[in-house]
């Protein structure tokens, strides 16, 4: 294991100790809609979000459950011998779906003998027990054990900046969703946006520290991208705001960590947008090189996930492996 995994909990690494084998996730693209585009809550939804909910890399939502999960089978075992999978139903709010077109999804889902679990994205405020009670329903009727994980988008703890973003929600509702979700023993999954133009190093920390306070089990960090066409794109083109520098993105990364629960699972350091439509994302700088940097910078400060974990009344060591 090289110096820079020790330095924090890495998702693949999690998954092959978990299931004793590499897992794969194949991501499903679903027709769908949310509360904050529909007018139930608002309009146009987050100022940041496209007309494709997340699911430029998917497949066309005009084919089936079945057929996106075969075809992406197909190609993880082709590539990489993959043999066992999780079904990612990624594009849009799934829980926000007719409670019958949700039920059957994630049957669809889950038929597949190699699917060992389900990563279902949603929003915080559309959490409701019909919809954990059909998952448990499905969990416990399984003829195999069945992981299953709620994605919430939260983005930033800031509820000022929740309300810039349009988000539709406030901080409230995220902790009422993890609430009611850990009545069911389902594992959580967060997306936090690290570079939003309204948050600093001080929101980065708190972060980390609410997520840590709640139990959290996995994060995904993602830095902002800025799609044609959408509010944020108007407001960038305007210069209403500027973009923190690379080196500052990669030191709230590195900041963030310091702060996290060691336990937690960190499932992306950072993320990408659809590269042919996109006015800014990443720096113009590779995914995969932001990444390197990071772990070089938690190298160079001899730094690690929790080392600054001494809020809760726990600390943690990097002698302790993760």
Not at 25 to 38: A, E, M, Q, S, T
Not at 84 to 93: E, G, V, W
Not at 259 to 285: A, H, M, S
């Amino acid at each position: 294991m090289s110096e820079q995994i020790t330095r924090y909990r890495v998702y693949s690494t999690h998954l092959k100790q978990k299931f004793g084998q590499k897992i794969y996730k194949l991501p499903v693209n679903l027709p769908g809609n949310c509360p904050n585009r529909d007018g139930t809550l608002g309009q146009g939804g987050c100022i940041f979000c496209d007309e494709e909910g997340a699911g430029f890399q998917c497949l066309p939502n005009t084919l089936s459950v079945q057929q996106q999960l075969a075809a992406n089978k197909e190609f993880f075992k082709q590539r990489f011998k993959a043999q066992k999978f999780m079904a990612y139903l990624q594009s849009f709010t799934n829980t926000y779906l007719p409670l019958a077109q949700f039920q059957k999804n994630i049957t669809a889902a889950v038929a597949d003998p190699d699917i060992v679990g389900i990563s279902i994205s949603t929003r915080p405020d559309c959490i409701s027990n019909h919809y954990l009670d059909l998952l448990q329903n499905l969990k416990d009727a399984h003829p195999q054990p069945l992981a299953i994980n709620i994605e919430l988008g939260l983005q930033t703890v800031n509820y000022h900046t929740l309300r810039k973003i349009n988000r539709g929600h406030t901080l409230a509702e995220f902790i009422a969703a993890v609430q009611r979700i850990k009545q069911y023993n389902f594992e959580i999954c967060t997306h936090i946006i690290l570079n939003l133009p309204w948050d600093n190093l001080e929101d980065t920390i708190e972060n980390a520290k609410i997520l840590s306070a709640l139990g959290i089990h996995y994060v995904k960090l993602h830095s902002l991208y800025i799609v044609k066409n959408t509010v944020l794109a108007d407001m960038y083109q305007q210069g209403e705001f500027t973009i923190i520098s690379l080196d500052e993105y990669i030191n709230r990364v590195v900041t963030f960590l310091e702060y996290l629960d060691p336990g937690i699972v960190i499932q992306r350091l950072v993320g990408k947008g659809p590269p042919e439509n996109n006015l800014f994302c990443n720096w113009d700088t590779s995914w995969w090189i932001i990444k390197q940097q990071i772990e070089k910078k938690l190298v160079t400060l001899n730094t690690y996930q929790g080392k600054k974990f001494n809020y809760l009344n726990k600390q943690y060591s990097l002698n302790k492996q993760y």
